[in-house]
């Protein structure tokens, strides 16, 4: 799947992405069988699932869409109802089409486009994808599906006979010049604002490679990396995802491996953050005394900021597990309600 890009430069926000993702799934304990999210800049800005039965806003801020659209709450509640029903019958032939139907499945479409508001240049991506693997996309500049499975030839046979694209393509120029744009006005303060994070280094034994994490910090375009002498390294690190941490903020990780390095020199290691865009480097100073370990050598307790914001990434994590990556929404009636009801019947 897509990462989405919002890139912020000292404070100007000149790239934006919005997009939606819909996720179908069968027996996912304690899950709805259908939910649909709409994300901007990495934000869930739109909920619906088939225990709320309704479409809501996420962010304060979205509840401005009905001075565009008076009946957005309306008609996107509509799509998710009905999105509801369709959606199991979709899944449903599709597990039948690979031969599956015992056990936990997930049947996805996701739709989202990135703007560029310099260069007004909008990219558009439009797929499905069936445990959690890609099943068919639209290629915009051939207008032509490409099938990834095998088992989406049919689907693919059935889209062109109905002319499929040329609404996909009036559905996607509305959602991405209007809504798109709208939405980036209605939340203009929150998502160009910028947060730093707190930083602290981690180590689960004396031998283990020491993290660096960092969370809270916003918008997700940013880098975490470690340096030597004041040079990059590149040997012995893994950095880790960023990851939302349920609060509208992100966190990430990066490990380093200092098994081979004395002890003398590990202060010659700084854990760097850098917000994309943003020429300040955030840098931290490899102390051996600051490293919270578990229990035994911590000189730091876990702040109250700490506590608040890791139970979400556990729920996150929990939810990856399980395969579901959950995205996106914003939409206009006849178009929207073609791609769900009809293009979804593969
Ligand atoms: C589907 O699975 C059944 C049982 O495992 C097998 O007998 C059948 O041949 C499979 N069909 C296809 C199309 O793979
Ligand atoms: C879409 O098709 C064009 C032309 O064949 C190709 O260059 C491009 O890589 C394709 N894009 C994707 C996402 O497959
Ligand atoms: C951590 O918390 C414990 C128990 O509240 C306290 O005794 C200890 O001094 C604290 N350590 C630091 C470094 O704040």
């Known amino acids: ?45 739109l909920h619906c699932d088939s225990e709320i039965r309704r479409t809501e806003p996420k962010q304060e801020w979205m509840k401005r869409v009905t001075e565009d659209d008076p009946n957005f709450w309306y008609w996107t509640t509509r799509l998710c ?22 056990g936990v499945h997930m049947w996805q479409w996701m739709f989202g486009c990135d703007w560029d508001d310099e260069t007004d240049d909008i990219t558009v991506y439009l797929q499905y994808a069936f445990d959690g693997e890609d099943f ?51 939340g203009e303060k929150t998502l160009k604002r910028t947060e730093l994070p707190l930083v602290a280094l981690l180590q689960k034994s004396s031998s283990a490679p020491v993290t660096c994490h960092a969370t809270g910090f916003y918008p997700d375009t940013a880098r975490l990396f470690w340096t030597k002498d004041g040079h990059e390294v590149l040997e012995d690190v893994d950095p880790g995802e960023i990851l939302p941490n349920g609060d509208g903020t992100f966190q990430t990780s990066v490990s380093l491996d200092l098994s081979s390095v004395p002890s003398k020199d590990w202060d010659r290691h700084h854990c760097v953050f850098q917000l994309f865009g943003d020429k300040n480097k955030h840098v931290t100073r490899l102390d051996q005394s600051k490293i919270r370990t578990n229990g035994e050598r911590g000189s730091h307790n876990l702040t109250q900021n700490d506590k608040c914001k890791n139970p979400p990434t556990s729920i996150i994590t929990a939810v990856v597990v399980v395969g579901l990556i959950i995205i996106i929404i914003a939409a206009y009636l006849p178009l929207y309600r073609f791609l769900f009801l009809h293009l979804s019947h593969s």
């Open 136 to 186: 068919i996309y639209l290629n915009l500049s051939t207008e032509s599906w490409v099938v990834v499975k095998p088992e989406a030839l049919i689907t693919k046979e059935k889209w062109v006979k109905s002319g499929a694209i040329q609404l996909a393509k009036q559905y996607i120029h509305k959602v991405c010049t209007v809504g798109l744009k709208n939405y980036v006005r209605y």
């Open 1 to 45: 799947m897509k990462t989405f890009v919002a890139l912020i430069l000292l404070g100007i926000l000149i790239k934006s992405s919005t997009s939606i993702l819909r996720t179908s799934s069968s027996q996912v304990p304690n899950f709805p069988e259908f939910v649909s999210v709409g994300v901007l800049n990495g934000l869930e800005i």
């Open 81 to 102: 109802v009905d999105s509801v029903q369709t959606g199991k019958e979709n899944i449903e032939k599709v597990k039948r089409r690979f031969n599956q139907t015992e």
